[in-house]
């Protein structure tokens, strides 16, 4: 039974304590927050503001603000436990003075209100002493079917992709769903075409899928879009369009 302390009670932490408390491998031992009380999915387990040295534990999970991280190592720096935080884009170093460190970061984008499969999460580990690894990777393993060592660059730049690839594309549906709604229109009518373009870059390269008025360089249709568009959407427009042009036209 592996013994895992977490810090932290947003998102992801309370997706971690979901799937920690139903694993049968594992054992959250304290869980450990800034509010005097526990969030509402507390299920019994032991819950702290500070970090309990005197509880034995395996692992301590750092499932925090990526700011934040560097601050909270300040305080572990005295334990002799593999501590690991969740961060895409935060060095391993961030947990400086720490002497057993590492990274585990499930490859998804977390909200508390909706449920996830860590059976299909990408988790991406990495440590900094080599005989530490096994201990990511057993946790990871029992969580998930895709399990990576990744160095940090690797995982820096898996960060950046996902930030195209989820927050880019989230934000520019948002454009859509207003562009819809001022229309009198369901968004309902945009979701076919939003998963056949989804469906299909991932058995091709997005760029030899890619079409429309941006590509061929067709400025009437273009002019008319930004005729309806407020300022800032315009902009982001131009920028896209023009990106889109530059590397097909190059």
Excluded at 97 to 103: S, T
Excluded at 147 to 168: C, D, G
Aim: net charge neutral; charged share 20%.
């Amino acid at each position: 039974m592996m013994r895992i302390a977490l810090i932290g009670t947003g998102n992801l932490a309370i997706h971690l304590v979901h799937a920690l408390t139903k694993c049968s491998t594992t054992e959250l031992v304290q869980w450990v927050g800034r509010k005097s009380t526990p969030p509402k999915p507390s299920l019994n387990i032991p819950y702290y503001t500070e970090y309990q040295q005197h509880i034995e534990a395996d692992l301590c999970l750092i499932a925090i603000s990526d700011d934040a991280i560097s601050t909270v190592a300040q305080q572990l720096k005295n334990i002799d436990v593999l501590v690991a935080h969740t961060a895409g884009a935060v060095s391993v170093d961030e947990l400086n003075p720490i002497k057993r460190k590492g990274v585990f970061y499930p490859l998804q984008s977390f909200k508390e209100s909706i449920t996830v499969n860590w059976s299909t999460i990408p988790i991406c580990i990495e440590t900094t002493n080599i005989e530490d690894i096994e201990i990511l990777e057993k946790l990871a393993s029992q969580l998930s079917e895709s399990v990576y060592q990744i160095n940090e660059n690797q995982r820096l730049q898996l960060h950046t992709a996902a930030v195209f690839a989820n927050n880019f594309c989230n934000h520019l549906i948002r454009v859509s769903q207003n562009i819809t709604a001022k229309a009198a229109l369901p968004f309902s009518i945009l979701q076919p075409l939003i998963r056949e373009t989804f469906e299909r870059s991932f058995s091709n390269l997005a760029t030899t899928l890619q079409t429309g008025p941006a590509k061929r360089n067709d400025a009437i249709t273009q002019q008319k879009h930004l005729s309806i568009l407020q300022k800032e959407d315009a902009e982001l427009y131009r920028i896209l369009s023009q990106s889109i042009f530059n590397t097909h036209n190059t």
